[in-house]
């Protein structure tokens, strides 16, 4: 996370070796990206995601769109139909092979470059603001397959400005002017009110309430960032006095 | 004003393969509002938009601009493009000019304005969208991604037209300068009490700047109100796979254990009340 220019697309670009550091260097499973020789190794292993969909599709239908990584895989393609059919019904694309890609919406493009990075059975996958273009209810459903992915064993690496869609996350980064000024756990990190202020990330309005609610002195929790659970401290603070 | 009568729009209307994308739409708006349109994707938004700044022409019923009808023939075609102005979702991708400051006067040099004339309005503009004045000679493929945004935006003000259209204009920005920026629009449609028209997936900032909301789904108008009245259906939103804010699903919460204003959006308000029945229940500190 950190604010436009801050250099987050600029880091993702060196875990698949798109680009290459100027000093330092990155591995990957103990892989130099630097090596040209360790590059096919690279992708394979890593999956990248872009902000917009539309830079990223370039088939005219949904399934050859899916296949294009795995030709170059050299799938035989009995086996490519069946992962297909698999990959487009994690991201609830089923039965839509045929679609012309130019007829899906802004939510199911974004969905189907997932798959098609998730057909190569990468072993991470980096998502660069993959919500960010999205109504709620895509951004839903994506924020579901992301979780799905990492319940079933794939890391993930997401880029986003959402406090909310990082608090998913086990640890959180924080970026400034190409540096890391601060990184843990995202509930740690977002319970302070005062660093979300200084660092001008979008503070969730659960936080806000509970934290304006406190600053009279009535003792309640920050940690409480769904609704419900912040509905609930309040419910609790009425109820002290009963 | 605008005023949309029973308007339908159906993409290749006279073929066989006709999709039906607006359904009935009717709607006033007064000079000096701002409307917020929201609904999922392909629920027919960008469609009302291309509509009213006359990019498509309506397969049935009419659009009227001050009394006078949008497309009537293609006569009037240059008038509405400079009264109806629209920034499309991204628009920084459509920066072409050589400078920024070529950039935000290519409107007005179409409409044919003198040149010394011009350079007030790139100067005033760019005062709104805080723009620095050394900005001006660089050219807008160097900038980063939010001062491309604010270059954009500022050259549609630039054309100061009676109706300004924005699709999504903070998407993809960070927080602070989603605030500048929409407190910079907020601020022209205050000097230019022009009609402001914002699509937006973000409810927050719908629920804050919007003195009337438009939800379509599928085409057809679902609700046309004012903020409080249409996140009050939050049944119907949801239904809709569409947001309500926070701070109002917070209170309706609440509201299930105590009673409490349910119409309350904003943290601010939220503490308030929350306050106030703390104090007459006479909680501890």
Do not use: W
């Not at chain 2, 500022?154 to 920026?181: F, H, N, R, Y």
């Not at chain 2, 009337?212 to 789904?217: S, Y």
């Amino acid at each position: 996370m950190g604010p436009n220019g801050c250099g987050k697309s600029t880091l993702a670009k060196h875990v698949n070796g798109i680009l290459v550091p100027t000093s330092g260097d990155v591995f990957i499973d103990g892989l130099n990206t630097k090596e040209e020789k360790n590059y096919f190794e690279i992708k394979k292993k890593i999956g990248m995601v872009f902000q917009n969909p539309d830079s990223q599709i370039i088939t005219s239908t949904v399934e050859e769109e899916i296949a294009f990584g795995l030709e170059n895989l050299q799938v035989p393609s009995i086996e490519m139909n069946y992962i297909i059919k698999n990959v487009l019904n994690l991201v609830e694309l089923n039965g839509m092979e045929k679609t012309p890609t130019h007829c899906l919406s802004g939510g199911q493009k974004q969905r189907l470059s997932i798959a098609s990075v998730l057909a190569m059975k990468p072993e991470m996958i980096v998502l660069d603001e993959p919500t960010s273009m999205l109504d709620p209810g895509g951004r839903k459903k994506v924020i579901k397959i992301i979780e799905n992915l990492h319940v079933k064993g794939t890391s993930v690496l997401l880029i986003t400005h959402s406090v909310e869609e990082s608090l998913k996350s086990q640890r959180v980064v924080i970026m400034d002017n190409g540096q890391i000024v601060s990184q843990g756990n995202p509930k740690e990190i977002f319970s302070s009110v005062d660093f979300i202020k200084s660092n001008n990330f979008n503070i969730p309005e659960s936080t806000d309430i509970l934290y304006r609610i406190k600053k009279h002195g009535y003792e309640v929790s920050l940690k409480a960032f769904e609704s419900k659970k912040c509905a609930d401290e309040i419910i609790k603070l009425l109820e002290n006095n009963i | 004003m605008i005023r949309v009568e029973d308007l339908c729009y159906n993409y290749n209307a006279k073929s066989k393969s006709s999709i039906s994308a607006l359904k009935n739409i009717n709607f006033t708006l007064k000079n000096s509002t701002i409307m917020g349109i929201i609904g999922k994707t392909g629920s027919g938004k960008s469609t009302l938009a291309q509509l009213l700044c006359g990019l498509l022409s309506p397969t049935h019923g009419k659009i009227f601009l001050n009394e006078k009808e949008i497309i009537k023939d293609f006569k009037n075609t240059k008038e509405i493009c400079f009264n109806v102005t629209m920034a499309f979702q991204y628009p920084e991708n459509q920066l072409f000019e050589k400078t920024v400051y070529d950039e935000i006067a290519f409107g007005p040099r179409n409409k044919g304005i003198s040149e010394s004339k011009i350079k007030d309005i790139v100067f005033e503009v760019i005062k709104f969208t805080n723009i620095s004045e050394n900005m001006l000679k660089c050219s807008p493929i160097f900038l980063s991604g939010g001062e491309k945004r604010k270059c954009a935006i500022a050259s549609v003000m630039a054309l100061k037209s009676k109706v300004l259209i924005l699709d999504e204009p903070t998407a993809g920005l960070d927080c602070k300068s989603k605030s500048q920026l929409m407190n910079s629009i907020f601020e022209y449609h205050r000097k230019e009490k022009n009609i402001l028209i914002i699509i937006s997936h973000n409810m927050e900032e719908t629920a804050r700047i919007c003195d009337k909301v438009l939800v379509l789904d599928e085409g057809i108008q679902l609700m046309f109100d004012s903020p409080v009245k249409v996140f009050k259906n939050y049944q119907k939103l949801e239904k809709l796979n569409l947001d309500v804010p926070q701070t109002s699903q917070i209170m309706r919460y609440i509201n299930n254990e105590y009673p409490i204003n349910t119409d309350i959006m904003f943290p601010k308000e939220a503490e308030e009340e929350i306050l106030k029945i703390l104090n007459s229940k006479g909680v501890e500190r």
